[in-house]
């Protein structure tokens, strides 16, 4: 049952979007075995669609730099999922889904420019809709991937060894387990077990993998545990760590020990340093993440080209792993970075082109006639 008319039209209206809008030819996209459906959250009609790597489930958004497989007609596949809706034009996630790459149709212009006979059509990648002439704008943001920090690797400390017992005074630094420790009095090679008593990374008494004999002695120790102190963008478990005499080359990060997340903290890097480091400055991170702080404008979405200082060349959206949905957050791009990328402009594509022209004239937010016939 419909609702209350609500206007009355000087004409019927030509149509509803995703409507044939001609009995020209048309041609459909060929489906394998058990294809095609609608993926997760359904597909809209009178919009683009693109096919999933399964081959089978079609989706309303897409990745670039990929152009749609297809249009999805209207042959009333579409249902009414909302309560108390008047219509719905979405077919549910499962159902069959029919794409079209050749055809005249009926589709709502969406952005900014209006439709004027002949003009390019663009599908974009968020939802399907069209925009006329070039591709969605997309977004603007302030991002940066990785981080740069300050920080040390190991300690400092004066010692006195009795057996395997090691008992530690003036200690400058953090001690783990694990740590390999230098000094006169210790033989190569050793390394701290366990800590029996005293301050946790701090002065105290430890067991170590070898007898000592130092006797007030100054040494050092360091291993895999890097505490930040001093942290601009955001650290993540899986970034890639440079900079910093006795840094591993090539280490990621493997653990956050304590601290604010992704900030000032104690962290385990995947592979030993090999020196103790008081104070290293310019210590960087990098991966495949995001971080989004500010939107200028726009919204992301997954499957958008993306570019800025520090953005590896032809990365898009892969997913977004916290935040505000669109919004301020942490993304996953396709291609991981091989330096930290401090806060930069980064600009989102937002479509395609795709095989389609406008054979009408229409305002933004009405109906416009798009063939892929010449």
């Known amino acids: 049952m419909s609702g209350f008319q609500k206007q ?19 041609t459909t996209v060929l489906a394998g075995p058990g294809g095609f459906v609608a993926g997760t959250a359904g ?13 089978v489930t079609v989706y309303n958004h897409g990745t670039a730099t990929n ?34 790459n050749e ?17 390019a059509v663009y599908a974009n990648y968020s939802d399907g809709g069209i925009t006329i002439g070039s591709a969605a704008t ?14 040390s690797l190991g300690a400092t400390f004066s ?12 200690c400058t630094g953090l001690l783990s387990v694990g740590d390999n420790i230098v000094g006169t009095g210790i033989p190569a090679d050793t390394v701290i077990l366990s800590q029996t008593s005293g301050s946790t990374g701090g002065n105290g008494t430890y067991v170590t993998s070898k007898a000592t004999t130092a006797s ?37 990060i493997a653990t956050q020990v304590s601290g604010s997340a992704g900030s000032a903290g104690v962290y385990t890097l995947s592979d030993s340093g090999t020196a103790y480091t008081a104070s290293a400055s310019g210590v960087t991170t990098f991966s495949d993440l995001l971080d989004v702080t500010a939107v200028l404008s726009g919204t ?43 806060g930069t402009t980064v600009t989102v594509v937002g479509g395609v082109l795709t095989n389609f022209k406008c054979k009408s004239a229409a305002a933004v937010g009405e109906l416009v006639k798009i063939s892929s016939w010449s």
């Open 8 to 26: 009355v039209n000087m004409t019927p209206a030509p149509a509803i979007a995703g409507d044939f809008a001609s009995s020209n030819p048309r």
């Open 43 to 55: 597909v809209a009609t009178g919009h683009f669609a693109w096919i999933g790597e399964d081959s």
């Open 67 to 100: 152009s749609p497989a297809g249009f999805v007609h209207r042959e009333q596949q579409a249902l009414i999922q909302t309560y108390l809706a008047e219509y719905g034009n979405n077919v549910p996630a499962g159902f069959f889904v029919t794409l079209h």
């Open 103 to 119: 055809g005249d149709f009926w589709a709502t212009v969406g952005g900014s420019t209006a439709a004027t006979l002949g003009a």
């Open 138 to 151: 997309g977004a603007t943001v302030t991002a940066s991937i990785g981080s740069t920090s300050t920080g």
């Open 159 to 170: 010692c006195t060894g009795a057996d395997i017992l090691l008992t530690i005074t003036g």
């Open 216 to 252: 007030g002695a100054t040494a050092t120790s360091y291993g895999n545990v890097y505490k930040a102190t001093s942290v601009t963008g955001l650290i993540s478990i899986g970034d890639t760590i440079s900079g910093g005499a006795g840094f591993p080359v090539g280490a990621t």
């Open 300 to 342: 992301l979405y997954a499957g958008e080209a993306i570019s800025g200082s520090g953005v590896p060349s032809g990365s898009v959206i892969s997913s977004q792993v916290s935040g505000a949905t669109g919004g301020v957050g942490v993304y996953r791009i396709s291609i991981a970075a091989t330096a930290y990328a401090a």
